[in-house]
């Protein structure tokens, strides 16, 4: 399976937070990019995955408990 999931921060402070959880599941990202907002709003951070639908449900989880986030993704 793979999916994308795309993360909007409205600020830095939980961006530690969410790159540890990355790097637990690193072996199954195939890549990341983040990117500041042009209007200084906040942080986009855009990650493919690649592995089981159960173990990227679970990281969509992990990221998805801090309530000041939003977050969408795609599974193919």
């Known amino acids: 399976m793979i999916g ?26 195939l890549g990341r990019m983040g990117l500041p907002q042009s209007d200084g709003t906040g942080y986009i951070l855009s990650i493919v995955f690649k592995g089981e639908e159960r173990d990227f449900n ?15 993704f795609n599974k193919i």
């Open 4 to 29: 994308t999931l795309t993360i909007l921060l409205r600020e830095n402070r939980r961006a530690a937070e969410i790159n540890e959880i990355l790097h637990k599941n690193g072996e199954s990202i």
């Open 58 to 72: 679970k990281l969509i989880n992990e990221i998805g408990k801090f309530d000041d986030l939003k977050m969408g």
